[in-house]
């Protein structure tokens, strides 16, 4: 069974950085794609950022473009989301999530992590 383990969430400013990360205790053969998700409190979750393992192809949600970047370091089995300028509207649980397409539909993702609480106070 795959394990997906998200660390690096906390308690921070507006106007300050975190970097996510999400740890795969393995690759299977439809785990092509890492996403981030996030949930706000009373609010769905909703999609944040994908990728392909490799790099190659990247998806961002309109409401970060600019602000949060994704990666993965094949290695490591490790995606990372790289948040800068944070406001207190990202205040959320971030969730990673692994699937066999690049795309923002949730259902697509078969493996998910338990989430990681991202606090931005004003």
């Known amino acids: 069974q795959v394990q997906l383990v998200e660390s690096g969430g906390g308690l921070v400013q507006a106007g300050d950085s975190l970097r996510l990360s999400c740890a795969a205790s393995k690759r299977t053969l439809t785990m092509l794609v890492m996403g981030w998700f996030r949930q706000a409190p009373g609010k769905e979750r909703e999609f944040v950022a994908a990728i392909r393992w490799g790099g190659s192809n990247i998806l961002v949600a309109d409401s970060v473009k600019g602000r949060f970047t994704i990666s993965v370091d094949n290695a490591k089995n490790t995606a990372y989301l790289q948040m800068n300028r944070l406001k207190p509207e990202d205040t959320a649980i971030y969730y990673c999530?692994?699937?066999?397409?690049?795309?923002?539909?949730?259902?697509?993702?078969?493996?998910w992590g338990q989430g990681t609480q991202v606090t931005v106070s004003s």
């Open positions: 999530a692994a699937g066999p397409q690049l795309i923002e539909a949730m259902p697509l993702y078969q493996y």
